[in-house]
């Protein structure tokens, strides 16, 4: 069965770094695209970013462009969101979702605060 | 980017209730939309796609309509399990995004 599974969470200074980790198993990783959505705390549903099977093309919501990248690593499984220049508002649960958003993650806690 | 407005906010209503949720689009996204439901502490669940389509293992009190602007989502007989709050989603464009959400509460 498909699972996804995050990690990395955790709390950090504004103006800090944090890596967001989501490891897949139960599909074949390669062939799928991946997104990132966060959810702030009694908040709605915020798509943060999208991959491409190859990793060929990557987007991402404004809120996030020229802080967040998305990557992937196809031999390992693994979808990453290197998380640079954080700010209080990027305080969420942060999940992965397989390409059609049919199959979400448990998602991963960040906050940022001093 | 393309706005998605939910309505209402919030619904109260009460288990056997015929249930609509109305979504609109800032602009024409075809039939690209997903409605999902979502409970306290978990992750989003995928209900209905491309506008119409129920996923699979969603049971049929639930449908979606619409296209072009406008979509709802329907709960034919609310049922206890149906307490939650549901979000619709445009993927028409890279750049996908979801209403803010309506939370159907117990009346």
């Known amino acids: 069965q498909v699972q996804l599974v995050e990690s990395g969470g955790g709390v950090v200074q504004p103006g800090g770094s944090l890596r967001l980790s989501c490891a897949a198993s139960?599909?074949?990783?390669?062939?799928?695209?991946m997104h990132w959505v966060r959810q702030a705390p009694g908040k709605g549903l915020e798509w943060v970013a999208f991959i491409r099977y190859d990793g060929s093309n990557k987007y991402y919501a404004d809120s996030v462009k020229g802080r967040f990248t998305i990557s992937r690593d196809n031999s390992k499984n693994t979808l990453y969101l290197q998380m640079n220049s954080l700010r209080a508002e990027d305080t969420a649960v942060y999940y992965c979702?397989?390409?059609?958003?049919?199959?979400w993650g448990q998602g991963t806690l960040v906050t940022v605060s001093s | 980017d393309i706005q998605m407005t939910q309505s209402p906010s919030t619904l109260s209503a009460s288990v056997g209730d015929r249930v609509t949720i109305t979504c609109r689009a800032s602009?024409?996204?075809?039939?690209?939309l997903a409605w999902y439901q979502q409970k306290p502490g978990k992750a989003p669940k995928l209900l209905i796609y491309?506008?119409?389509s129920l996923e699979s293992g969603v049971p049929s009190r639930f449908s979606g309509s619409g296209s072009g602007t406008e979509f709802t989502l329907t709960i034919s007989s609310l049922q206890p399990d149906d307490f939650a709050t549901y979000y619709c989603?445009?993927?028409?464009?890279?750049?996908?995004?979801f209403g803010q959400g309506t939370k159907v509460e117990i009346k």
């Open positions: 491309k506008a119409s």
């Open positions: 989603q445009q993927y028409n464009s890279y750049g996908w995004t």
């Open positions: 139960g599909f074949t990783f390669s062939s799928y695209g």
């Open positions: 602009q024409s996204i075809s039939s690209w």
């Open positions: 979702a397989k390409e059609t958003l049919d199959y």
